[in-house]
């Protein structure tokens, strides 16, 4: 690994060498290093690019990291990760993807993530999205998650994109089985000419399902930014979806939020919020000795924090 | 030493609506109040000095120092203080996080705790709350309070502090600006209705319709808001009567 690729390393997942436990680390479309654990196997698939984690049922307190580093202008980098998670683990994976583009040509990561959480199994999936880079090549991104929830199945995902892409589509669809349970956190900044779309599609078809998706994000400049977030109520369940966004300068948010109820005993709720910085955050921070500037990036970190 | 020198403050709007009226008061005393009726000015007094707003004519002097045109960011540096008749909400803003913006320097749990427990919070319950619609008002208050205790500056103005906050303690409330006034060694304006505030206040200005109705120390002021009938201050003639 060279400096570029360990800067990026350390931005999408705050280390500074090898993880602890399982990993996989992919350098410009290529395997960097692995490491399996007796209860965490990783295996490149053959018909596609891409690995299968396979953690074993009851496996505990364990973590799997698989980072994606480009620093190579120009490179298109498309991976199928498949996870299963064995009934009754509960382990922390951490994904991400940091580009660092020095040249004039486009680059992209385009990862699709499918999840199978087995009966009572509990992940926590966490993932950071990094660009950079002094060239003026674009930086693009554009994940796919898709979540199965078995019976009693908790997932947590938390998801951040800080700085950097020039272009996302996130798409997230999710099922839940009987018991089952989801969180997702979303937290997205845009600046420049960056756009962002996030697309949520939850369907909650076991008994006692639920799942709650919320999205902050900041857009500055002249940055775009479009929130699709559905949930479907399928059974007796609970789901609850809320988008909240601070716009500023010149920039434009969408936020389109829908929960269809198909099941009389299905409880939805949406809420959507935009707005600039209220006048008076600013200001009780500006009587605290801060500037105007250093009061709004207060705000502004607070709330995507 | 605050100096005000014929201040005058129109609210926009398309009728000028003269809120202040060639107002001069200079204060040095350590502990002054200002009462009176809602809608009197009092509040728009205190963001006058705060900086929040510009007055209309006049002068506004800090120890000697023309603040009139200075910025809010610039006065807290020269170390105003103002805490907020109704405190304001962050989503994602931790309640150490406010009070380290506001001691102005990194400071740790426990020293952040030292101020929460003064006005009456329980330190390691409070710290790492955000400061966002979980909280009550009462609870807003306290911590704004904090902030200026955080702050440490030798003004200090305080827009009814009291307001939210329960009976029960109103009196740690009582403490804790006497407290400041020892420790500070500067001046705190706060304006107020509660008698118990009055009655600590060395000084009190009565603000009526914009203007100064009565301004001496509380021997001479106080008896003359309890005695008068709802034309100074009806809330501290209601109490008087019970």
């Known amino acids: 690994m060279d400096a570029i690729q360990k800067t990026l390393l350390e931005k999408i997942a705050g280390l500074h060498d090898v993880p602890q436990g399982a ?42 990291h698989i980072p994606v580093l480009l620093s190579e202008t120009g490179l298109h980098d498309l991976v199928y990760n498949d996870f299963y998670i064995g009934e009754g683990a ?45 060239g003026e090549g674009k930086n693009l991104m554009n994940p796919t998650t898709v979540v199965e929830l078995d019976e009693g199945a908790h997932m947590e995902m938390e998801t951040s994109q800080i700085k950097g892409i020039d272009s996302t589509l996130r798409k997230t669809t999710a099922t839940l089985g009987a018991r089952a349970s989801l969180v997702i956190h979303e937290s997205i900044m845009t600046h420049g000419m960056q756009s962002a779309t996030t697309d949520f599609s939850v369907s909650l078809n076991g008994e006692d399902s639920n799942a709650n998706v919320v999205s902050r994000s900041v857009a500055k400049g002249k940055s775009r930014q479009l929130f699709l977030s559905c949930i479907d109520g399928n059974n007796r369940c609970a ?44 200001m009780k921070l500006m009587t605290l000795g801060l500037s105007e500037k250093e009061a709004e990036e207060k705000i502004v970190d607070g709330f995507l924090k | 030493m605050l100096e005000l020198k014929n201040i005058s403050f129109s609210a926009d709007g398309e009728e000028k609506k003269e809120i202040l009226k060639d107002i001069t008061l200079s204060i040095d005393e350590s502990f002054v109040a200002i009462t009176g009726p809602n809608g009197g000015g009092k509040s728009t007094l205190a963001k006058l000095v705060a900086g929040i707003y510009t007055p209309t004519t006049g002068q506004i002097l800090y120890n000697g ?33 406010l009070i380290t913006i506001a001691a102005g320097k990194k400071i740790g749990v426990s020293e952040a705790c030292v101020y929460l427990s003064e006005v009456g919070l329980c330190a390691r319950e409070y710290i790492n709350r955000e400061i966002n619609a979980s909280l009550s008002g009462g609870e807003l208050k306290r911590i704004e309070i904090a902030t200026i205790l955080a702050r440490g500056t030798k003004l200090s103005i305080f827009d009814e502090p009291e307001a939210g906050i329960d009976l029960w303690s109103f009196n740690n409330l009582i403490a804790v600006f006497e407290n400041m006034r020892k420790t500070l060694g500067g001046s705190i304006i706060i304006i107020s209705h509660q008698e118990r505030i009055l009655n600590i206040a060395e000084r009190i200005i009565v603000l009526n319709g914009g203007s100064v109705e009565r301004d001496g120390s509380r021997d001479e002021i106080l008896p003359y808001i309890l005695k008068s009938g709802g034309a100074a201050c009806s809330t501290l003639t209601e109490k008087a009567v019970k």
């Open chain 1, 23 to 64: 990993y996989n680390i992919r350098a410009n479309g290529k395997l960097d290093s692995r490491k399996t654990t007796d209860n965490i196997d990783i295996v490149t698939k053959e018909d596609k690019p891409g690995i299968d984690i396979i953690i074993k049922p009851g496996t505990k307190n364990e973590s799997v």
């Open chain 1, 90 to 134: 509960d382990v922390t994976i951490v994904a991400g993807c940091g580009i660092h583009n020095g040249g004039k040509e486009e680059s992209a990561h385009d990862g699709i993530h499918s999840f199978h959480l087995a009966k009572n199994a509990k992940l926590k999936y966490i993932e950071k999205h990094y660009g950079e880079g002094d």
């Open chain 1, 239 to 282: 789901g609850h979806t809320e988008c909240d966004a601070i716009i500023m300068d010149e920039a434009s948010v969408s936020a389109v939020p829908k929960i269809t109820a198909n099941d009389v005993n299905a409880s939805l709720i949406h809420e959507a919020a935009i707005g600039k910085i209220a006048g008076e955050q600013l």
């Open chain 2, 65 to 97: 120092v023309d603040i009139t045109n200075m910025s809010i960011t610039d006065r807290a540096r020269l170390g105003v203080s103002f805490a907020f008749q109704q405190p304001v909400r962050f989503k994602g803003i931790t309640v150490k996080d």
